[in-house]
Antibody, heavy 120, light 106 residues
Framework: QLQLQESGPGLVKPSETLSLTCIVS??????????WGWIRQPPGKGLEWIGS???????YYNPSLQSRVTIPVDKSKNQFSLKLSSVTAADTALYYC????????????WGQGTLVTATS | DIQMTQSPSSLSASVGDRVTITCRAS??????LNWYQQKPGKAPRLLIY???SLQSGVPSRFSGSGSGTDFTLTISSLQVEDFATYFC?????????FGQGTKLET
């Protein structure tokens, strides 16, 4: 059974870099047919796609965040990460990692989410 | 960006009711529309992909239809466990975008 688990600090200071990791179990991140992505949800608000990565390293980012986002992949550890620089209070959100399937063109598996608060 | 607009934002219904939620895209997205269910404190769950395909394990009372710019999610006979928030999401064009959500309440 595929599982995704986010990990990382729950607090980050404004102007610093938010770093999260998504550990994938039950399937290889190198298997074809899937992108691996990050989605966030500010408290009480809707969902925003941040970006996605293929195991080859190809990435797609939301243009609204592109200047501040990188999503590296570590195939040896079967995990991928999110780095968001120069955070502000507006980046406070529940961050989810998810699998994006080429077959269904949808996010078919999600992690449980991790809350990150930008505060001094 | 493609804007996704859901209606209504909230909906009051009862067990056994037939419920319909609408999602409209600001431009054509062909069939690339997905529906998710989210319960408080939980991650979203995929219900319907590419407008009308039922995700494995999802009860058959859920169905989706539409193409182009107008889409609907229908729950044929509402069950207690269906009270949740529902989101649509387009995967036609990057950036992928979501609707603002429809909260289904008793």
């Amino acid at each position: 059974q595929l599982q995704l688990q986010e990990s990382g600090p729950g607090l980050v200071k404004p102007s610093e870099t938010l770093s999260l990791t998504c550990i994938v179990s039950g399937a290889s991140i190198s298997s074809g047919g899937y992108y691996w992505g990050w989605i966030r949800q500010p408290p009480g608000k809707g969902l925003e796609w941040i970006g996605s990565i293929f195991h080859s390293g190809s990435t797609y980012y939301n243009p609204s965040l592109q200047s501040r986002v990188t999503i590296p992949v570590d195939k040896s550890k079967n995990q991928f990460s999110l780095k968001l620089s120069s955070v502000t209070a507006a980046d406070t959100a529940l961050y989810y990692c998810a699998r994006h399937s080429f077959r269904t063109w949808s996010f078919d598996y999600w992690g449980q989410g991790t809350l990150v608060t930008a505060t001094s | 960006d493609i804007q996704m607009t859901q209606s209504p934002s909230s909906l009051s219904a009862s067990v056994g009711d037939r419920v319909t939620i609408t999602c409209r895209a600001s431009q054509s997205i062909s069939k690339y529309l997905n529906w998710y269910q989210q319960k408080p404190g939980k991650a979203p769950r995929l219900l319907i992909y590419t407008a009308s395909s039922l995700q494995s394990g999802v009860p058959s009372r859920f169905s989706g239809s539409g193409s182009g710019t107008d889409f609907t999610l229908t729950i044929s006979s509402l069950q207690v466990e269906d009270f949740a928030t529902y989101f649509c999401q387009q995967s036609s064009t990057i950036p992928y975008t979501f609707g603002q959500g429809t909260k289904l309440e008793t």
